[in-house]
């Protein structure tokens, strides 16, 4: 489906039969920005012409042919188009269900509260850019490619991708005392995202200072908590219209003011509209 703008960027999402829980992108930017948002999906891009600047917590990295870039679920990024001139690339969002068809494929010991990790990056890595591009082409939703040839072309580049750079999490240590409370204040408002919580009550639920709580959750999370909630907002309002509710209902619903506030917000993350994401319909 063409999510595309006139005189805007070029961007088609599909999903195809063949997979679980995988969302398709082809995308053609000029000069843009992508303002700092997050995906509750696993995010593979990989380069066919031009380059994109990624900013994580992490740093900035440029993405050309022949890399792969992998953002986390839940991961905050930032990017525009390399020294603004063009962007040209493909990318997979694969969702719980599709890291879970992975993880019972290549790591039979993965558990779904231990999913499979693909380390966020830019990874440079023809070989693999190469079998995921193919993959990714033949997965197209004009394509006339054989199911058994797209899966075939999937897991192969699946099979690359989780062999050279897949792990499964390891269980963590006995984590800092503060940093639970960050934790706990993360998940009261992913909780609570659809009202405007004051930060003073954040600061009460754990015991912290507003400047102390506002400074440490900007460091463990690489933003603040009332722009945490808008994130939070942003992929309930993605949920809703992809179970069939209008962008009205769904801004309603997530806490925005309306339906103006979401469609801007919504655009500036992810390039394109609710309502042009509410069309998008499984590939046959």
């Known amino acids: ?42 995010v593979i891009v990989m380069t066919e012409s031009g380059a994109g600047q990624c ?14 870039l992998v953002f986390g ?51 440079q890595d023809a070989h693999l850019a190469g079998l995921l591009v193919k993959a990714h082409a033949s997965l197209d939703e004009h394509g006339s490619v054989s199911l058994m040839e797209r899966q075939a072309n999937w897991w192969a580049a699946m099979g690359m991708l989780v062999g050279r750079y897949g792990q499964s999490r390891h269980e963590l240590g006995e984590v800092r005392r503060e940093a639970r409370k960050i934790a706990q204040v993360r998940e009261y408002v992913a909780a609570n995202y659809a009202r405007d919580i004051p930060v003073d009550e954040l600061a009460e639920l754990v015991g912290l200072s507003r400047y102390y709580l506002t400074r440490a959750f900007c460091k463990e999370f690489g933003l603040p908590p009332h722009a945490y909630a808008t994130q939070v907002r942003l992929l309930a309002a993605k949920r809703m219209l992809a179970a069939g509710h209008s962008a009205a209902t769904a801004a ?18 992810y390039g394109f509209t609710p309502g042009t994401y509410a069309a998008l319909k499984p590939g046959h």
Not at 56 to 67: C, D, F
Not at 252 to 269: E, I, M, T
């Open 1 to 42: 489906m063409d999510t595309s703008d006139k005189g805007g960027p070029e961007v088609v999402c599909w999903r195809d039969g063949a997979l679980d829980g995988a969302c398709l992108a082809s995308a053609r930017y000029g000069e843009h920005k992508f303002d700092r948002h997050l995906h509750d999906e696993l």
């Open 252 to 269: 309603a619903a997530v806490g925005f003011y309306d339906q103006s506030h979401l469609n801007r917000l919504f655009k500036r993350a």
């Open 55 to 68: 900013h994580t917590r992490a740093g900035s990295e440029v993405a050309g042919p022949g890399s792969v």
């Open 73 to 123: 679920p839940g991961e905050y990024h930032s990017g525009e188009v390399w020294e603004g001139r063009e962007w040209n690339y493909r990318a997979i969002y694969l969702d719980m269900e599709g890291l879970g068809a992975l993880g019972a494929v290549f790591s039979p010991d993965s558990r779904p509260d231990k999913p499979l990790l693909i380390p966020p990056g830019l990874y």
